[in-house]
């Protein structure tokens, strides 16, 4: 095997452990490996990660799977749906696939590659490639050899398949999907296309333009472009932010959620309260409209959807459906809990609640017929795991719950989709996942359902391996009740006590599931360290997702008091005082982006840890302030300096000369566009300052979500050879 070697990178600053070494340190080992592993590496990394789900009006499915060393494009057609792979990208490049849609022909029609991303530190960077294939290609044809600008909204196809519509910035482009043709602009907006929207005959689209990028407030319109006269409408402007436009059943009609940023306020002020919304339809040949229904003022006023939110971003769509008897459906909070109300798109009546409870909604997704809608959410009495349900314009929109097949506990998703109708009728494919058997995609039918993805399902010799997650709970310091969930190793029950892991996860508007996901970072990790002998524990900590809105909005966490780190605190104790077979002295603390902030703070601040590691963390909330409005904070200077002094007494960076002797691994990606490489650099220089062992593994080129499937064996392996050395027994 090969030695680690240690070179300095960024000018000697930094200590890097050689990825050759790190790759032959990943190689199976008869003699130490596999007779204790019950589960390798290369077994987890072949369990396939899915993404960017399609369908057309046949009814055909397409999807994208992340295996060992790439992206692969698959695709079943109705009636049979037999899966078959369109692609075979094995290079480990780390080019993504983000599938556009289906042409006329029934080609996929796809994007490779992102702006800016370099993960193999090419001499030329990857160009960002818009290709299309089906069964009767040898190779992926390329429509588009180099899109040279990067495009602010997500691709849609238009005219049967026949053309692309994009947005680069505040030009709007119309590419043909045959081969070599440049693309037209079809009109030039002030500030940014977030995304477009064609009408259901597909003669107009709805455009959201965000204004903010001019810095002269934050504000953003809905604008109709016609295109057939060629003409250009601004619908409904007002003061505040729009976006979340959906056409009524006849294109005559849009329908958008109008909301307003409050100025002095960011990320972690107290938004249970602020601004009510309001959702307005309009005619889309005049422009005029009206407001058909405005949230209550107080508590839950403020706007929170699916997609994006009042604090999150600006041109999100996904959060308003527009059904067949003109019912317009979106969430609220007003009850402090994330549910589905109703109101009519014509005016005159009051919202109506669809899905009582002390629950949350997660996503919805309307029928391509608009006769209804399902949606995804946890329950009063299961707050950990995501149920499927549907509302029918025929049964009064009455909840439906939908089984799912047998080894799926839930359903799941990736930028909050989840749930994907299929052509005309009851047909719909989602991704369900189950406490030992992975995620997949399954289409459901009214006779049955048939499994998509490749990959093990229940049952198979890699899922028998699997150990079934527990959901336990636990309380802070300061009395907050903690759902975590747990993982229990192979081998269970070993006469020496365990290490251990708590596991904090990014976000923090996130949730974990007792179930088996497949994300290769992230799960594929702490899976690895269970076939090591380790428990695994994964609090869902305050400022996360289902457990309500005053748990989403704590008093304090984040840049506001950090007050979640006591939930790790007391999650570790929980191993110790519940779990016999937990050695108290030898846990540790993992956190990936928002998580690394939690890590470093509990090292800083408590001594409950052995060690920690933290990839693409967060250790100053003061550079965060700066980064999430890409400019000066608009506050007065007595305000500033207020809130800067507690985002600053929130970070581990405020507490350098408290911290321990506890060492600490930073993990970064230098192309880290989320969190910057001054979090891990100002943190690791600051410990390298007082003597505190500090260690640093950086990948140049990488980003915030690891492209290469090398780099990720390369954490694993470095995460693992710094835990072993540091929860050494005496």
Known sequence: MLSIEVKDLLIGLLRVIALPALIASMAVSPANTQAKSELSLDELLSIPELSSVASNQQGDIAWVERHDRGWNILVARAPLYQPTQLTNYYDDAGRELFIIGFDADGSVVYRRGEWGVNPTNDVSAPLVQILSVDERSDQPTAIIENVAGRWSSDAVLIDGGSRIIAAEGGRVLAYSASPGAAPDTLFDLRGVVRSVVPSPDGLKLAVTVDLSTLKRGKYGFIVVYDLKTKSLNYIEPGLGVDQDVVWGPDGQRLAFVRFGYEPRTWRFSDHRTGVPFEIVVANADTGDGEIVFKSDTGYGARFNGFSASGYSGLGGIGNLSWLEDDTLVFPYE??????????????????????????????????????????????????????????????????????????????TGFNKRAVFPIGEGNQVAVISVGATSPTQLVLLRDKGSHKLSSGPKSGDAITAKMPSPEVVSFQAPDGVQIQATLYRPFGDKQPNKHKAIVWARGGPRLQIHPVWESQHTR????????????????????????????????????????????????????????????????????????????????????????????????????????????????????????????????????????????????????????????????????????????????????????????????????????????????
């Open 334 to 411: 007003k009850t402090g809990w994330k549910l589905l109300y109703a109101v009519s798109a014509n005016g005159g009546e009051s919202a109506r609640l669809l899905t009582p409870g002390k629950m949350e909604v997660r996503g919805v997704a309307s029928k391509t017929d608009r006769s209804g809608l399902y949606y995804w959410s946890n329950q009063q009495d299961d707050l950990a795991r995501l149920s499927l349900y549907e509302l029918s314009v025929g049964t009064g929109l009455a909840p439906q719950r939908i089984n799912l097949p047998p080894g799926s506990d839930m359903v």
């Open 523 to 730: 799960d594929m990790t702490w899976f690895y360290f269970l076939s090591k002998g380790y428990y695994v524990l994964i609090p869902n900590y305050r400022g996360g997702i289902g457990y309500g809105l005053d748990f989403r909005e704590p008093a304090s966490y984040g840049g506001r008091g950090a007050g979640e780190v006591q939930d790790f605190i007391a999650g570790a104790n929980y191993l110790a005082d519940n779990i016999p077979y937990v050695d108290p002295e030898r846990i540790a603390i993992i956190g990936v982006s928002y998580g690394g902030h939690i890590v470093t703070n509990a090292l800083a601040r408590y001594d409950t840890f052995a060690a920690g590691i933290s990839l693409a963390g967060v250790g100053d909330w003061v550079v965060e302030m700066e980064k999430d409005f890409n400019e000066v904070l608009q506050f007065n200077i007595p305000q500033r300096l207020e809130l800067e002094q507690i985002a600053y007494e929130s970070s581990a960076i405020s507490q350098i000369d408290n911290w321990g002797d506890e060492p600490v691994l930073f993990v970064h990606g230098d192309n880290d566009g989320s969190a910057a490489m001054q979090q891990s650099l100002e943190l690791y220089l600051a410990l390298k300052r007082r003597g505190i062992e500090t260690e640093a593994l950086v990948f140049p080129g990488e980003t915030h979500k690891f492209r290469r499937t090398k780099n990720i064996r390369a954490f694993i392996s470095a995460a693992d050879t710094f835990l072993a050395e540091h929860l050494q027994t005496e």
